[in-house]
């Protein structure tokens, strides 16, 4: 792999390549719909938070960037949209129509080995609530009041620098979906140090 000025990394690169098989293929499959880039963004996140409510743990372990529409694995928006693929080239690609639809398109077949059945129990629940809502109603539902979202962009004043840009660079803390759970937060705790490591 070529190196960036702005180098960019996926931890669990294999089970998020698999992820994005899974959610592409399961919302096609389901719901009879095609998935774009913002809807699987979406999607990443709402498993991710799920997880880390019903475990203390993601599934990921991305890092998820507050911005205009609703929080963004960085990561994976960067490698699909501006690196070609790169890193997730094996497992998906985006097929490019006009500026705002971005179809993710599945390269491979999915392969569980990196999900415990758990975990898969999870993701099928959440693209079965979720699966068949549209980008904006996703985008609605994650700027809800009350949203690790919301609150970061109230915080930070982001609703005025969102009349002017799309991104900001702050990170959503996952940890604060769990902060009066301390058996939670030791388990959210460990899984970030040894996706770090």
Known sequence: M???ANEISLPNLD???NL????VDGVKKKHHQKVYLTKLLKLLYII???SVKETGTPVTGLDYRVWKMGPVAYSVYKDLVHDE???LSSFAEVKKGDAEQKQIVAKNSFDDAEFSDFEMGLIDRVLGAYGHYQSDALIALLHED???WRKIVNEKHLDEAFAK???SPYSIDLSQLIAGDPHKLE???NAQESLNL
């Open 15 to 17: 089970k998020i390549g």
């Open 85 to 87: 693929a790169e890193m």
């Open 146 to 148: 009350g949203s690790l």
């Open 20 to 23: 994005i098989i899974y959610i």
């Open 2 to 4: 070529k190196k960036h």
């Open 187 to 189: 388990l959210f705790k």
């Open 165 to 167: 840009e799309n991104t």
């Open 48 to 50: 991710d938070e799920t």
